[in-house]
């Protein structure tokens, strides 16, 4: 069991580095009047269990800003 938590925690660390090393370069790019519309939840499968990291839910939205 406590690798399984080990090998989580490990996956959540290296997805969470991966995106501040992504989004560093762009840290200067600034933008305002960002607005989200039309927030749609689909296609959700929820058959894995609860709290099982096989169910999803899918959220289609639109996302608009100035300055870009």
């Given at each position: 069991?406590?690798?399984?938590?080990?090998?989580?925690?490990?996956?959540?660390?290296?997805?969470?580095?991966?995106?501040?090393?992504?989004?560093?370069?762009?840290?200067?790019?600034?933008?305002?009047?960002?607005?989200?519309?039309?927030?749609?939840?689909?296609?959700?499968?929820?058959?894995?269990?609860?709290?099982?990291?096989?169910?999803?839910?899918?959220?289609?939205?639109?996302l608009s800003w100035?300055?870009?």
């Open positions: 069991m406590r690798y399984n938590y080990l090998s989580n925690f490990l996956k959540l660390f290296y997805s969470f580095s991966l995106v501040i090393l992504i989004n560093f370069p762009f840290s200067g790019i600034l933008a305002n009047n960002i607005s989200v519309s039309n927030v749609k939840l689909s296609g959700q499968n929820t058959t894995a269990g609860i709290n099982n990291t096989n169910n999803y839910t899918f959220v289609q939205f639109d100035d300055n870009s």
